[in-house]
């Protein structure tokens, strides 16, 4: 359903009260929430209106949208992976800064429903299912490569704790977050993660993001100076045997629900164009059968996007539903690894081609900036940079070839 006709069907604003979680992925209020949701994106879209989604967020928040794979029992959703990313798509299609924000929060609650029982996992789900929200600090600007484990950020001994210094980039959602998990290294210089709040001393979050796309999603620096850590609020990595197909597969969710708003914007833009071409093949766009064919290829796109994205998620689920003490099953992993990757290669391009060629049905005045259909472009073409196409394809090549297994990097 597209972000208009959810708009049309909830009319005015509604209650807040109605969207009290949790929310399953069927759940009644779901749509209502997302037409919300999808209101609010308009609203900020307006010119002196910009700004960041905190309406959104305050919503996620009481609709425990944030518990939407934790079991029922736990007080959670109880979704499926291609559940959860049926809900990233559609979420994504009312606003894809919103989606965008919650990734680190749904990668981590994966990591924490598959770490061994006790206590600290206990505390950790209570809090999503809560509806509290956390955020990532993964990445430093360094000559390192991509995906090196030795972070420049450290975990040093303090008493029965630690300390925590260094400085992230690309933090995205933090802004928003209750918690922010945090790589760093320990004196060893092993690899190891920090979950700690947003509002303790010494952390300080920056919100200077200005990439061309995606410009609401806090994807700021950083910055921790002296921040204490607690033993338990350390979590130890082995990055060994790590395939992290959720984490680039959750970017390509994003991507089709973006596209879902394209056709969107394009049937709309022919309804709303009331001249044609004199050498036309209709005196209405709305009938022009070339204009036509261009939204179903719009149209065609989205539903190819749509449908390789859910089948990449169910190898997802299948590995997901292997983990042993916190380790996935290494083929189907491998496999989750590289129905990722080969979404990747499709989907960009899909994706690409479709946010140029909604122009076409437009006219010069779809190029106005006051319609902001560049976003949709800029958008996909911010969430397609994180990894490059062509190292994805030239993996999936190799394996093909040469049977080379792909990389076990949470950056691939």
Do not use: C
């Not at 036309?280 to 022009?288: G, H, K, N, T, Y």
């Not at 590995?319 to 290494?330: N, T, W």
């Not at 006051?370 to 999936?396: C, E, F, G, M």
């Amino acid at each position: 359903m597209t972000s208009q006709t959810l708009l049309a069907k909830t009319g005015g604003a509604a209650a807040e009260a109605a969207f009290d979680g949790p929310l399953g992925p069927d759940a009644p209020q779901l749509e209502p929430l997302l037409a919300e949701i999808a209101r609010d994106a308009e609203e900020r879209r307006k010119p002196g209106q910009e700004g960041h989604p905190w309406r959104a967020l305050a919503l996620i928040r009481r609709a425990r949208l944030g518990a939407l794979r934790l079991p029922r029992e736990s007080g959670g959703g109880g979704a499926s992976l291609r559940e959860l990313f049926g809900v990233v798509i559609r979420l994504a299609e009312a606003d894809p800064d919103v989606a965008h924000i919650l990734r680190a929060h749904y990668l981590l609650t994966d990591e924490f429903l598959r770490a061994p029982a006790g206590a600290v996992r206990d505390e950790r789900l209570r809090r999503v299912a809560a509806g509290e929200i956390f955020g990532n600090a993964y990445t430093e600007l360094s000559s390192k490569p991509v995906g090196n484990y030795a972070f420049e950020t450290r975990l040093s001994p303090d008493g029965d704790g630690f300390r925590l210094n260094g400085t992230k980039y690309f933090s995205t959602g933090t802004l928003y977050a209750d918690w922010v998990y945090v790589t760093a290294s320990l004196e060893d210089g092993s690899p190891a993660g920090a979950i700690v709040p947003t509002g303790r001393a010494g952390l300080r979050i920056v919100d200077d993001w200005d990439g061309i796309g995606q410009k609401y999603t806090g994807s700021g620096t950083t910055h921790f100076d002296d921040v204490r850590v607690e033993a338990d609020e350390v979590v130890r990595r082995d990055t060994a045997n790590q395939f992290n197909a959720l984490a680039q597969l959750y970017l390509h969710g994003v991507i089709a629900g973006i596209l879902r708003n394209v056709v969107s914007d394009a049937a709309a833009l022919l309804h709303g164009r009331a001249r044609t071409f004199s050498h036309a093949a209709a005196a209405r766009p709305a009938e022009d059968p070339q204009l036509l064919q261009v939204v179903g290829e719009l149209s065609s796109a989205a539903f190819a996007a749509e449908a390789i994205v859910l089948a990449a998620a169910d190898a997802l689920d299948r590995a997901f539903a292997s983990g042993v003490g916190g380790e996935v099953d290494p083929q189907l992993g491998h496999e989750s690894s590289l129905r990722a990757a080969q979404a990747k290669v499709s989907v960009d391009a899909l994706a690409l081609r479709a946010a140029s060629l909604l122009f076409e049905v437009g006219g010069s005045s779809a190029a106005r900036q006051s319609a902001q259909l560049d976003r949709h472009w800029r958008n996909v073409r911010t969430l397609a940079s994180h990894n490059p196409t062509l190292y994805k394809a030239r993996a999936i090549g190799d394996y093909e070839v040469n049977g080379r297994e792909l990389p076990r990097n949470a950056y691939f």
